[in-house]
């Protein structure tokens, strides 16, 4: 298993895994699930298109994570995000189909980008992808503070002079940036669920931000080392082993929170419809909603 | 008692040539003749009021009568068609941190893992970029605002998990740690249960008292407020009358606002803004109606 | 009936008359006026991405039911059934959590859809498997899938026809749909249900891409023109069935002026989609416009007071 062509797997691996429990603490935080599924499932058409043209497979795929992002914050704009994600991925995936339509020539590769059976890199690549993971882990501390805000009080941040879209966009741009590190070593698959899975256990586990990203980095880690050690054994492909001990963490996360209670503190329930009904409420202007 | 027209006498000051006022040292926020529109409707028609240092000031008014925008124009979010705004002596920008602000949406989920002081943490330097460095300095300031407030009790739990008023009582922390002249408070009240309300305006009422800050909250019942509130703006389609609570709450004065007749009846301490019969009332063409 | 000469430049020779076109045809608009009815509820709840990720879903479904050689659309439907249910129970209700849940779900699927069809190419090395189970092709149908796809349809739009009004309610506001007694929990498995109904059939058929773009896209369109979720839901479909036809069209040309074997379906129907979400934020804006001049600005009666 540590032989030297896996080597370079390990590493590549555990680069990705810090960075997605980095990056995967705000995408779950800003419940963007569904954009972490996008632009690395769409990013592949980017992969396709730059086969066709014989570019580079990786500048293919960053531009079009680069594109999607753009696209995503842009429509988002004037449509519900998820709205705007659907119609993003639609419209890759789409490009996707038309790039492979126009060559003859199967490229098995290109595939298992998607499905994520890339592992292992030469030496010469694992430069560049941790140049861009260190990248990746400086724009996170940079933005760290404002896209806190943001995140958890968005009308407050505005307020305080913090554009909700920019900091959507920057948000977006550095998952693309993940997105085109990753994709190459672990494919589209791996990424999404270690952007979503150890990050959305982490928090079952404690209430302090910077312990529930450090915790989300540990989940990463373990997961992907396990998923590596145990495909290695039985020769089945790590995605499954990924897919499935992210969704084995989440499922005890939320077993746990559930099992502690949800209110150790004693605090008051809610204000029930009932209170809601409040006197006085002028009724010559009736309410407009 | 005469009422005048000009915005200006709201401060009792006599005016100047030019239009201005002496100015109250004590004003805190000067709000002139703002109009704003969206969409081809007047949302806000010239609307003026002033509030002082230590004023609790009670934006009152139903669903759609542009509580809420009024709000973001004194933010500077949203750009008025003409007036002025005034705070604290300069005029608004972006980023004042003479303003604190409470949005009426508060989207705290339970699954955050955010603790209440990590809340009012990020309210001191959440704006700015980089990670905060946990000084001793930094941490006796969250301590105090949430004492302040009576948060400490809870000050380490996930802040999802609170109840309605805690949370209230934790994003007003958020507002004041940053020592604001001027507090915001969009619809604080409009999903708190009656006690928690009440301990919410009570706890509003000491903060302005001791901190001498100006506090300007908005709601659609005004009856948690009146024990408190010194000053009452009363908005209605965009129209605003402001001054105490005795010369606005009045039937005269709300139907002539709202323009068709209105009853105010004062029920066991509490106010009641009942619609009479749908009958116009007759129209004032001269602009400024002889008072009581 | 079909003038030769003025629609020649449109259709090229032996559109209207080939086989796979009219099945394409037939199949596209089931899926189309399926997808629209959902797709609406989908947009309105905010549930896009279950309605995508039942899509992949489905992959593993199928990929296992190829795998044992049962018929890929029973594994489909299947496993988007439980997963519907699944995503159900967890029952999260903000759309966060709720987002973060159809992930996790999503993610483990496509481990599993990895392990079945790494299976698969080791038992029988079909590569192409994953295209055909990702993508689809309209144009390669077995003969008799339209029966079972219409069937699937029509329990899927009868579902929303049921659940109608409870449903609109609830999807507006839950706290009040509560209120008035709506047993939204119930409802809200009732629209999952119909959901992987109409994913599975049109995934199927037409593949995942064009399974997510008719679901949301057309219903987007609509939600955009239309005020009433009743005119919406009739627009949606008919904009969906009008992007299959045109894109099904224009697919077919492209053999021959895009050479080799023109363009994928696929692409050219989403292609006319986004033209048309487009267009139709013109439109809406257009419209604004027009609101805006011919009610004007509208001055207040009578002139504000201040008290002294």
Known sequence: MFASFMINAWEAATVVAIVAGVVGFFTVLRGAAFAAHALPNGAFAGAAGAFLIGANAIVGLGVFSLAGAGMIAGLGRRARSDVATALTIVLMLALGDLFLSRTSEYAPEIFALLFGEVLGVSTSKLVPT????????????????????????????????????????????????VTTM???????????????????????????????????????????????????????????????????????????????????????????????????????????? | MIVKTDPMASTGEPLLADGTSVGDPDTVLRVTDVTVSLGGRRVLDRVS????????????????????????????????????????????SRRNPQIGYVPQKIALDADMPLRARDLVGLGLDGHRFGLSRPTATRRIAVDEILDAVGATEFAEARVGNLSGGEQQRVM???????????????????????????????????????QRIAILLSAHDMNPLLPVMDRVVYLADGRAVSGTTDQVVRTDTLSRLYGHHVEVIHVQGRVLVVSGAEHQAHHDTDPSPRGP | MLGAASWSPLFEPGFFSSEPVHVALAVGAIAAVVSGVVGVFTVIRGQSFAGHA?????????????????????????FNVVAAAVMELIGIRKPRGRDLATGIVLGASLGLAALFLYEGTISSSTTGATVN???????????????????????????????????LLSSVSYELAAARGVPVRLVGAGYLLALALAV?????????????????????????????????????????????????????????????????????????????????????????????????????????????
């Open chain 2, 49 to 92: 009021f002033s509030v002082g240092a230590g004023g609790f000031c009670g934006l009152i008014g139903s669903n759609g009568a542009g509580k809420t925008t009024l709000l973001r124009v004194i933010l500077g979010l949203i750009a008025p068609s003409s007036g002025r705004i005034e705070v604290a002596g300069g005029t608004r």
């Open chain 1, 130 to 177: 941790v140049a861009i993971a260190a990248v990746c882990i400086v724009a996170v501390a940079v933005l760290y503070r404002p896209l806190m805000l943001s995140s958890v009080s968005p009308d407050v941040a505005e307020a305080r002079g913090i554009n909700p879209r920019v900091m959507d966009l920057a948000f977006l741009v550095v998952v693309a940036l």
């Open chain 1, 182 to 289: 990753a994709v190459p070593v672990v494919g589209s698959l791996l990424i999404f669920s270690l952007l979503i899975g150890p990050a959305g256990a982490a928090r079952s586990f404690t209430n302090r931000p910077p312990v529930a990203m450090g915790l989300s980095v540990l989940f990463a880690l373990i997961t992907v080392w396990v998923a590596i050690a145990v495909s290695y054994e039985t020769n089945l492909p790590i995605g499954f082993f990924v897919g499935a001990i992210s969704a084995f963490g989440y499922t005890v996360g939320r077993a746990w929170t559930a099992w502690r209670g949800r209110r150790p503190h004693g605090a008051r329930d809610r204000a029930t419809l009932a209170d809601l009904a409040h006197q006085g409420t002028p009724n010559a202007a009736a309410e407009s909603g």
């Open chain 2, 172 to 210: 007003i922390a958020q507002a004041l740690i940053s020592r604001p002249k001027l507090l915001l408070l969009d619809e604080p009240l409009a999903n708190l249960d009656i006690r928690s309300a009440a301990e919410v305006v009570e706890l509003l009422a000491g903060i302005a008292a001791e």
């Open chain 3, 200 to 308: 599975s059939m049109s995934a199927v058929t037409i593949g995942a891409i064009l399974s997510t773009a008719l679901l949301i896209g057309p219903a987007a369109i609509a939600l955009r023109l239309a005020t009433r979720t009743g005119v919406a839901v009739f627009l949606a479909a008919g904009v969906g069935v009008f992007a299959c036809w045109a894109g099904t069209l224009i697919a077919y040309d492209s053999t021959v002026w895009a050479g080799g074997n023109g363009w994928p379906v696929s692409f050219c129907i989403v292609a006319v989609i986004f033209i048309l979400y487009f267009a139709s934020g013109v439109v809406a804006r257009l419209r604004a416009d027009r609101r805006r001049a011919t009610t004007g600005d509208q001055p207040a009666t009578i002139s504000p007071v201040e008290v002294a």
């Open chain 3, 54 to 78: 039942l899509s992949d879903i489905g992959t593993a479904g199928g990929s296992a039911a190829f795998l044992v050689g049962a018929s890929t659309l029973y594994g489909f439907v299947a």
């Open chain 3, 133 to 167: 189970v990702l993508f689809g092709s309209i144009f390669t149908l077995p003969p008799g899938i339209t029966t079972v796809m219409a069937a699937l349809g029509v329990a899927s739009v009868a579902l929303i026809a049921v659940l109608y009004r409870p449903l």
